[in-house]
């Protein structure tokens, strides 16, 4: 099982405010739906699609 839950609106891995991706000076901080996608696809690749379940707890319009 996987879960997601506020991502804010963030789509792409961009902070607007500096220009840079947000992981550039902290890897941990990578961020955006894009990557998002490949995860999930990475996952139901390894499990097989009909084991993983992905549960979306929303907030993904907010903030951008």
């Not at 792409?12 to 550039?24: A, K, L």
């Not at 390894?46 to 319009?61: C, F, I, S, Y």
Request: glycine share 10%.
């Amino acid at each position: 099982m996987k879960t997601k839950t506020s991502i804010y609106g963030t789509l792409v891995d961009h902070d607007y405010f500096t220009g840079q991706p947000f992981g550039s000076s902290k890897p941990q901080n990578v961020r955006g739906m894009d990557r998002l996608s490949t995860e999930i696809q990475n996952v139901r690749e390894e499990k097989g699609k009909d084991a993983v379940l992905l549960l979306d707890n929303g907030d993904a319009a907010q903030g951008s």
